[in-house]
């Protein structure tokens, strides 16, 4: 069956980094969409943070261009997200997704809390 985990989340002081890691399973990986998400406190899980596809393009939220980055290891099935510069308002769980067959596939997410 597919599994997305996620992995990496923490506490961190604003301007500090994070790197947080997808592993999947039970797909096709490299010939897929990964994509990350977050849900901020109180909010809905409908932020899209950023996407890679199979081919290595990306695009992210304009909230986190220039600070976060996505990659994909395809020898390892894993999706990163590289985060620099946090800042307070990326305080959020985070969730790893892809879709197959229009279906919408989610890990249980990482918590990423950024400190002022």
């Known amino acids: 069956q597919v599994q997305l985990v996620e992995s990496g989340g923490g506490l961190v002081q604003a301007g500090g980094s994070l790197r947080l890691s997808c592993a999947a399973s039970?797909?096709?990986?490299?010939?897929?969409?990964m994509a990350w998400y977050r849900q901020a406190p109180g909010k809905q899980r409908n932020e899209l943070v950023a996407?890679?596809?199979?081919?290595?393009?990306?695009n992210y939220a304009d909230s986190v261009k220039g600070r976060f980055t996505i990659s994909r290891d395809n020898a390892e099935n894993t999706v990163y997200l590289q985060m620099n510069s946090l800042k307070p308002e990326d305080t959020a769980v985070y969730y790893c997704?892809?879709?197959?067959?229009?279906?919408?596939?989610w890990g249980l997410g990482t918590q990423v809390t950024v400190s002022s």
């Open positions: 997704n892809v879709i197959l067959n229009k279906y919408n596939y």
């Open positions: 996407a890679v596809t199979s081919g290595g393009s990306t």
């Open positions: 039970g797909f096709r990986f490299s010939i897929n969409t």
